[in-house]
């Protein structure tokens, strides 16, 4: 299921869970089963031989149980804030406050996922559990914003951990997309708006992650060896630097 297609709401899924929220799984035996942490204990349960959670009245337990409560309660909404702020505010002038809120305090949740995953290699200690692979989704979705995974070097080396797991090969291979994820609708106003026309003399399209920039490394246009950026919108080019057209991408992401 595609959120960003809208394909939540249609009737058909609607009758699964009237909430038109992800995940749910339709069990022969437990009926619907909505919201990640209970969709994972039961997949950890039926999969008993493949210790996706610690025994029962564990310490190892208990700690998976808190990260998947902490990634559904704190961290997931977050991304919410960041990527929805729509469904927040019926202002447009308070998104953006909304957003930059979202994005702060994801980045001190990334700082605090950061300093724990320093002490283990394992979300809940020395094994791998199901809370790993729901704190890989954050972690994948984290290397499109502009405080990146790559800027947690322990975040970033457990992000790809998991992605190099053939069960996450497969999946990632099944479901069409990369570990830096899919161009969504809200970025295809960024390619469309693009036109040879917007771009300075000497200025080429490449593709930065899934936004589109205008790029040159004409020495008089800036003192910098990297190859600097111009973000191509209807209104004159914004010269930035290698650093900051994520950012740059970013915040025109939100706008569109």
Known sequence: MRIERGKQADPDYLAVNPLGRVPALMTASHGTITEVPAVLSYIADAAGNHSLLPPAGTAARHEALRWMAYLSSTIHPGFGRLWRSERFTASQ???????????SQLANDFTYVEKLLAQRPWAAGDNLTAADFYLFVFGRWGLRLPTSTHNFPSFHRHTLAVANLPATKRAIAHQGITI?????????????????????????????GDCLVGTTEVPHIA??????????APSAPTISTQASVQDLCYRRRQRE
């Open 93 to 103: 002038e308070y998104r953006g406050s909304i957003e930059q809120a979202a994005a």
């Open 180 to 208: 830096e994820g899919p161009v969504s609708s809200r970025d295809r106003p960024i390619a469309s708006a693009v036109t040879a026309r917007q771009l300075r003399p000497g200025w080429v399209m490449k593709r930065h």
């Open 223 to 232: 003192d910098a060896a990297a190859p600097k950026y111009c973000f191509s």
